[in-house]
Structure formats: structure tokens, C-alpha cells
T-cell receptor, first 113, second 111 residues
Framework: NAGVTQTPKFQVLKTGQSMTLQCAQD?????MSWYRQDPGMGLRLIHY???????DQGEVPNGYNVSRSTTEDFPLRLLSAAPSQTSVYFC????????????FGSGTQLSVL | LAKTTQPISMDSYEGQEVNITCSHN???????ITWYQQFPSQGPRFIIQ???TKVTNEVASLFIPADRKSSTLSLPRVSLSDTAVYYC????????????FGSGTRLQVQP
């Protein structure tokens, strides 16, 4: 049972480059979300989705795009990477029903030089 | 976006009981309280969830008073392996759900 799978695990980018962080879940969860976690800090919500075709902004959406064309996948796109986007990124999903619990992926460590 | 407030850090010794309190003054009627544990270099994982009074599982207990403006995670007889960051989270039940986290409580267990 794979759960929430994130790829890649590590990535180094140069300033201005673009890339997509992949997130897939095999639990048929409606709700998916992306968080970033800076060193020694808590989780900050970037974007989230309550179902296929529906996305919404979280606390820190600037510089990131998302789409949700299928229930399983929720990719996060960095349009033009900046050093301030150096962080660990976590994808999470839940059933989307009431009082659900989040299942997290193992994270992607991104460095922007 | 709903936020919770927790102490930044706590220290304890092996074998002691640890209580971590979370404040959620503006909790909505249908919100549940969920606690997560995060080890270094890993994503958070679910520990326990509750709505009111007391919930207990094999890992922890959760106490939520009648006014539901706070909750307390209780870890009985902690060990070194309980050293982690603990997050309190509201699980909203209405509208589009933005599940946000506070900064968490960093628990350090000493031998």
C-alpha cells in the first residue's frame, strides 16, 4: 500500500528555473494539499484541492501553481525558482469527509541556488 | 485560515508523563481536534483525534474541555523515541477545507 508518493526526494535548481514536484496517492482521497516547511519551522499551506478540477490557495501561494486533473495526482509547479523557495515540501491527502486525518508523503527537499 | 497556538518547546525525561496544550479559541461547532507527530526528515503522522472530553489510544490521550477552546495531548511515560515535533490541528467541517498548522511543539526527551 503506497499511500502518498512524492517525487523527486531531492532537487537542486538554479534561480529562474522551473520544475514540477509530483504527488500521487492511491487511496482515492478527495482532499490533497501541499505544504512547505522551512528549517526549524512549522508547516505552511501552499495550495489545496477538495476534488478533481478544484484548487484553492493556502497561506503562501505566490510563486506556485497547481492543478488537479485526476483524483490521484496533485502536482506543484514552481514557475521561476527563487532562493526563498528553498524548503522541504510535503504533499498530504485525506478522504475529504468530515473530521478526516491527513496522510503525508515523505517530502521533497528543494534547494534553489 | 484557522490557527492554533502551542508552546514552542518542552523538555522532559524518560518515564515522565508529558502534557502539551493547544489553544483554539475560535473553534467551530463541527471542528475536531487532531494531533500529529513529526520526526526529523519525515512527514507528520496522525496520533489522535477528538471532539470533546477524553479520547485514548495506544499512543496517547487527548483531553478536550467542555468549552473546547483548548486541548491537551498527554503522552504517558515518554521515551527517547518520543522526541519529535507535535502539531495540533483543527479539522473544519464546513466549506472548503484549508487545513493549516501552527508552529508545533518541539519535545525533547532526555535520558
Amino acid at each position: 500500500n503506497a499511500g502518498v508518493t512524492q517525487t523527486p526526494k531531492f532537487q537542486v535548481l538554479k534561480t529562474g528555473q522551473s520544475m514540477t514536484l509530483q504527488c500521487a496517492q492511491d487511496m482515492n482521497h478527495e482532499y490533497m494539499s501541499w505544504y512547505r516547511q522551512d528549517p526549524g519551522m512549522g508547516l505552511r499551506l501552499i495550495h489545496y484541492s477538495v476534488g478533481a478540477g478544484i484548487t484553492d490557495q493556502g497561506e503562501v501561494p505566490n510563486g506556485y501553481n497547481v492543478s488537479r486533473s485526476t483524483t490521484e495526482d496533485f502536482p506543484l509547479r514552481l514557475l521561476s525558482a527563487a532562493p526563498s523557495q528553498t524548503s522541504v515540501y510535503f504533499c498530504a491527502s485525506s478522504q475529504g469527509k468530515t473530521n478526516e486525518k491527513l496522510f503525508f508523503g515523505s517530502g521533497t527537499q528543494l534547494s534553489v541556488l | 485560515l484557522a490557527k492554533t497556538t502551542q508552546p514552542i518547546s518542552m523538555d522532559s525525561y524518560e518515564g515522565q508523563e508529558v502534557n502539551i496544550t493547544c489553544s483554539h479559541n475560535n473553534i467551530a461547532t463541527n471542528d475536531y481536534i487532531t494531533w500529529y507527530q513529526q520526526f526529523p526528515s519525515q512527514g507528520p503522522r496522525f496520533i489522535i483525534q477528538g471532539y470533546k472530553t477524553k479520547v485514548t489510544n495506544e499512543v496517547a490521550s487527548l483531553f478536550i474541555p467542555a468549552d473546547r477552546k483548548s486541548s491537551t495531548l498527554s503522552l504517558p511515560r515518554v521515551s527517547l523515541s518520543d522526541t519529535a515535533v507535535y502539531y495540533c490541528n483543527r479539522s473544519p467541517n464546513t466549506g472548503r477545507r484549508a487545513l493549516t498548522f501552527g508552529s508545533g511543539t518541539r519535545l525533547q526527551v532526555q535520558p
